[in-house]
């Protein structure tokens, strides 16, 4: 699951293109969900990708319509890599899911545009109750839920094993993590580049993410409401430890490889398990790239991000599922929602995507509690988990885009220095966040 949200436009070009390049996969969706025999049909489209968690949806919804005769769910598989231009495409033709597959990041310009219904009402209290207010919050906008968040994914160092007990230095917990400063000496011990070893590789092809939601962890915000409801950029000290550790590693320490800052996590992966880094920053999910890939006898091990003064707290953009403003049936569509993340669907769920559930429930089980695969390590985190710091920002696509993914890229390459990145984050990126807020 990695969607990367692109600002909102309503240009004819725009939406011709999409519409021409995605007519296949709307020829799947109606705006019609009822059948001649007066029965309901529902359209989901689902995100799930990995075949595990293709197959766990798909067994769901076979589940329901065996057990529903009256209501219908029709499984549409869309894709991550599309899905924001697909559906303000399928939005603005009339022709959207009833039932969709999103990320709690994506759901803001939709929210607002009018074209994701407010289903509050339509809950019940068990599913409202059993997922803590602080995710909620990630799908809440000006007091109404356009969506249910229910699969979220923590950042963690996948750790080279017999590399870190070699070396003595202290392994981290949850209960005792490593804080910014003590992670930054000890990449430096376990690796300065002069072998070709390194304490770290950061895979930073898309660095904003990564950097506003461990920057939680210090106290970082970077985007600030004021009473008047605007927001704007601030990049004060807290925001940045974080990006300021990355860029010591990297050109002061040598303790993190230059050459994996423009790669994206699999990308990494050859190297880790060929023994060229110690650590690698990564999403909980790429757990089981790394138990499929993973050479014979090589061992790894899942250790916590750093922690700052607010502890191991970090920002998560949870996956959700919403109702379209246009299903004709909303009250069956936030039904089938609530049979699908009953708490051991939900276990299904979060094991086929190998991340973690929201509810609490699913939590306890038992099956994402051990120690196999580092399950018990991400599961710790779960209370740390708070909403990204760009959650409900109008705009922050384009500041993400245009403005902050180059800066940051070139700041962690040493091509320019932090008042240089300061400058362009607050001074640029406000610029861009004011024509959304006129």
Partial sequence: ?????????????????????????????????????????????????????????????????????????????????????????????????DIIHDASDDLADFAYGGYLADIGDLLPERLKADIPRR???????????????????????????????????????????????????????????????YGVAWPLKEPVSATLNLSLSTGGKMFHRGADGKVDVRFDAPDQVMPRTVHDQVNVDKSASGTTLGMGGSDTLPGFFGGKYAMVPLGFSYRQQIVQQAPKGFEWQVLPAPAGEEGLAQGVSPQTLSVSEDSAHKKEAAEFIDFFLRPKNMVKLARGDWMLPTGEEALKDPALRTEKNGWSAGTALSEDLRPAPAQSVRGYPEWKDKVATPALQEYYSGAIDLDELEKRLVKDGNLVLARYQR
């Fill in 1 to 97: 699951m990695r969607t990367t949200p692109r600002r909102a436009s309503r240009t004819a070009p725009r939406l011709a293109a999409a519409l021409a390049s995605l007519t296949l996969l709307l020829a799947g969706c109606s705006g019609d969900s009822g059948d001649d025999d007066g029965k309901i049909t529902l359209q989901f489209q689902s995100l799930a990708w990995q075949k595990e968690s293709v197959d766990a949806n798909k067994a769901l919804v076979e589940e329901w319509n065996a057990t529903h005769p009256d209501v219908k769910v029709e499984y549409i598989q869309g894709s991550w890599d599309s899905v924001h231009d697909q559906l303000l495409t399928s939005f603005e033709g009339g022709e959207a899911p």
């Fill in 135 to 197: 995710s909620w919050e990630t799908a809440t906008f000006d007091g109404k839920i356009y969506g249910v968040p229910f699969l979220q994914e923590p950042r963690v160092l996948i750790a080279n094993a017999k590399w870190l007990k070699k070396s003595g230095v202290r392994i981290p917990t949850p209960e005792k993590p490593w804080s910014w400063p003590e992670f930054r000496a000890i990449t430096k011990k376990l690796g300065d580049g002069t072998d070709g070893k």
